[in-house]
């Protein structure tokens, strides 16, 4: 049997995405119990040197958003990172879900030979399908 680069993304993404708000609704239902403001709860980190809890979410909204794109060999959507409230966040999660579903098959189907160029601050990064 043979799986397609779609089924190995696009449901993959939008799984981590899902698990990612219920996890999101844990925290925020801890966070209440010990009267933690959501502002607080969305600017924590683990360690000093950790990104606040909004940038991770939108970290890991646009790494699966932009990954589908790419795989799909379009421009990435962007999306401002505004988000200062847990239903901002919530909304951002599902504007990604949305997104990433609205990728067809026969868009990402035979991209595991493509070859995606991503220009960084620091310079170019390229790979290589197989």
């Keep these: 049997m043979t799986i397609s ?3 190995v993304a696009v449901p993959v993404f939008v799984r981590a ?3 990612l708000a219920h996890v ?10 010990k009267n933690v403001s959501d502002e ?4 924590t980190r ?24 790419r795989l799909a060999g379009v421009e990435p959507q962007s999306f401002e990172d505004n988000e200062t409230t847990l ?8 504007r990604s879900i949305e997104y990433i579903k609205s990728f067809k098959p026969e868009q990402i189907d035979g991209s595991e030979t493509r070859a995606i160029h991503l220009k ?7 790979f290589e399908g197989q």
């Design 5 to 7: 680069m779609y089924q």
């Design 17 to 19: 995405l899902g698990n």
């Design 24 to 33: 999101l609704k844990k925290g925020e239902e801890h966070a209440k119990s």
């Design 40 to 43: 607080v709860l969305l600017q």
């Design 46 to 69: 683990l360690i000093p040197d950790m990104l606040p809890l909004i940038k991770q979410i939108q970290i890991a909204c646009d790494m699966a958003t932009r990954g589908t794109a």
């Design 87 to 94: 239903e901002q966040a919530y909304s951002r999660i599902e």
């Design 120 to 126: 960084m601050r620091n310079g170019e990064m390229n």
